[in-house]
Protein backbone atom coordinates (compact mmCIF):
# COMPACT_ATOMS: atom_id res chain seq x y z
CA UNK A 1 0.00 0.00 0.00
CA UNK A 2 1.40 3.31 -0.78
CA UNK A 3 2.28 5.72 1.70
CA UNK A 4 -0.10 8.85 2.15
CA UNK A 5 1.23 12.53 1.85
CA UNK A 6 0.91 14.55 5.04
CA UNK A 7 2.60 17.26 5.83
CA UNK A 8 2.26 16.79 9.71
CA UNK A 9 5.08 17.60 11.52
CA UNK A 10 3.84 16.37 14.78
CA UNK A 11 3.31 19.87 16.43
CA UNK A 12 -0.58 19.54 17.15
CA UNK A 13 -1.86 22.64 18.08
CA UNK A 14 -4.91 24.70 17.03
CA UNK A 15 -4.53 28.31 17.09
CA UNK A 16 -7.98 29.60 18.44
CA UNK A 17 -7.88 33.07 16.44
CA UNK A 18 -7.02 31.02 12.92
CA UNK A 19 -8.34 27.85 13.12
CA UNK A 20 -4.76 26.22 11.78
CA UNK A 21 -2.68 23.97 13.03
CA UNK A 22 0.64 25.75 14.55
CA UNK A 23 2.96 22.79 12.88
CA UNK A 24 1.32 22.10 9.58
CA UNK A 25 -1.50 24.74 8.86
CA UNK A 26 -3.94 22.77 8.30
CA UNK A 27 -8.18 23.07 9.59
CA UNK A 28 -9.41 20.96 12.10
CA UNK A 29 -11.25 19.17 8.92
CA UNK A 30 -8.58 18.90 6.47
CA UNK A 31 -7.07 16.61 9.27
CA UNK A 32 -10.05 14.84 10.02
CA UNK A 33 -10.75 14.00 6.63
CA UNK A 34 -7.01 13.68 5.90
CA UNK A 35 -6.93 10.10 5.13
CA UNK A 36 -9.98 10.28 3.23
CA UNK A 37 -9.40 12.74 0.26
CA UNK A 38 -7.98 11.92 -2.62
CA UNK A 39 -4.07 12.34 -2.90
CA UNK A 40 -4.29 14.78 -6.14
CA UNK A 41 -6.69 17.06 -3.18
CA UNK A 42 -3.75 16.85 -0.29
CA UNK A 43 -1.08 17.49 -2.83
CA UNK A 44 -3.24 21.01 -3.69
CA UNK A 45 -3.93 21.95 -0.08
CA UNK A 46 -0.04 21.02 0.99
CA UNK A 47 1.11 23.74 -2.03
CA UNK A 48 -1.17 26.32 -0.38
CA UNK A 49 0.23 25.56 3.25
CA UNK A 50 3.64 27.94 3.38
CA UNK A 51 1.73 30.91 2.14
CA UNK A 52 -1.68 29.96 4.46
CA UNK A 53 1.30 29.41 7.73
CA UNK A 54 2.59 33.29 6.59
CA UNK A 55 -0.29 35.13 6.51
CA UNK A 56 -1.64 33.39 9.57
CA UNK A 57 1.58 33.39 11.74
CA UNK A 58 3.55 36.19 10.53
CA UNK A 59 3.76 38.90 12.95
CA UNK A 60 1.80 42.42 11.56
CA UNK A 61 5.23 44.29 11.52
CA UNK A 62 6.86 41.62 9.34
CA UNK A 63 4.35 41.86 6.94
CA UNK A 64 4.78 45.14 6.18
CA UNK A 65 8.93 44.83 5.51
Not at 35 to 62: G, H, K, S, V
Amino acid sequence: MARVSSPCIRVCTLDPETGLCEGCGRTRAEIASWYRIPEEERQRIMAELPERMREAFTPERDKAE
